[in-house]
Antibody, heavy 128, light 107 residues
Framework: QVQLQQWGAGLLKPSETLSLTCGVS????????WTWIRQPPGKGLEWIGE???????DYNPSLGSRVTISVDMSQNQFSLSLKSVTAADTAVYYC??????????????????????WGQGTTVTVSS | DIQMTQSPSSLSASVGDRVTITCRAS??????LNWYQQKPGKAPTFLIY???SLQSGVPSRFSGSRSGTDFTLTINNLHPEDFATYYC?????????FGQGTKVEIK
C-alpha cells in the first residue's frame, strides 16, 4: 500500500523559500502524477501543481514563477519549492499521488485523473 | 481557470438522512469530476471519480451523478462517520480546481 511521508520547515519569515519533500513508499513511482495541494487555515483546497514521473510539471498560474516541483526517482521523492513567501502562503501543505483510472462511460473508455493517496500534511506558517 | 461552484456551503442533517450536495462547473468538463471527504485535522480522502464511479473501499451509500455541467454527490442513510466537509474537484484540465466545500453537520 502506497504511503506518502512529507517533511520540511514549518516556520518561515516573509521573503524566505518554502521547501517541502515527500517520500513515496510501498508502491511504484512510475506512471503517476505527484501533486502538491495546500489549504489555508479555515479555507478550502488549492491545487499548487503536479509533476509526472517523466519530469514534466504543471503549475497553478496564481503562484506565478515562485513555484517549482521536482522529482527524484532514485530516492522515490518529490519536492516543492515556493520562493518569496508571504503571510498569504500560510497553510497546510499536502503531497498527493495523482492516478489515472480507466473507466467506461456510456460505452466509451477514458482515463480519469484522481488524487488517491495523501500525505499527512505539513503546517507552514509565514510570520515575521 | 474552470470555476467550481458548490452548494450549499453547509447543511445540518441527522443520522439516517439522505444528503445531496451540488457542484456546478463554469464550462464543460465532461465527466472529469471527483469528490473528496475531509474530516477536521485530517487529509482529504478520495470518494468518487469520473463523476459517478466509487473509489475502492468507499461505501455504496455514496453516489455521484452528472447532468450537463451540474454534478451531485448523494449520501443515503447518513452514518455518524459521514459528518465532514466534502469537496468537488475538476480533473478536466489544469489548473485543477476545487469547489469551496460543503460542511455536513449534525442536526
Amino acid at each position: 500500500q502506497v504511503q506518502l511521508q512529507q517533511w520540511g520547515a514549518g516556520l518561515l519569515k516573509p521573503s524566505e523559500t518554502l521547501s517541502l519533500t515527500c517520500g513515496v513508499s510501498g508502491g511504484s513511482f512510475s506512471g503517476n502524477f505527484w501533486t502538491w495541494i495546500r489549504q489555508p487555515p479555515g479555507k478550502g483546497l488549492e491545487w499548487i501543481g503536479e509533476i509526472k514521473d517523466s519530469g514534466g510539471a504543471d503549475y497553478n498560474p496564481s503562484l506565478g514563477s515562485r513555484v517549482t516541483i521536482s522529482v527524484d526517482m532514485s530516492q522515490n521523492q518529490f519536492s516543492l519549492s515556493l520562493k518569496s513567501v508571504t503571510a498569504a502562503d500560510t497553510a497546510v501543505y499536502y503531497c498527493v499521488r495523482g492516478v489515472l483510472i480507466y473507466s467506461i462511460i456510456r460505452r466509451s473508455g477514458k482515463y480519469f485523473n484522481g488524487m488517491d493517496v495523501w500525505g499527512q500534511g505539513t503546517t507552514v506558517t509565514v510570520s515575521s | 481557470d474552470i470555476q467550481m461552484t458548490q452548494s450549499p456551503s453547509s447543511l445540518s442533517a441527522s443520522v439516517g438522512d439522505r444528503v445531496t450536495i451540488t457542484c456546478r462547473a463554469s464550462q464543460n468538463i465532461d465527466n472529469h469530476l471527483n469528490w473528496y471527504q475531509q474530516k477536521p485535522g485530517k487529509a482529504p480522502t478520495f470518494l468518487i471519480y469520473a463523476a459517478a464511479s466509487l473509489q475502492s473501499g468507499v461505501p455504496s451509500r455514496f453516489s455521484g451523478s452528472r447532468s450537463g455541467t451540474d454534478f451531485t454527490l448523494t449520501i443515503n442513510n447518513l452514518h455518524p462517520e459521514d459528518f465532514a466537509t466534502y469537496y468537488c474537484q475538476q480533473s478536466y484540465t489544469t489548473p485543477r480546481t476545487f469547489g469551496q466545500g460543503t460542511k455536513v453537520e449534525i442536526k
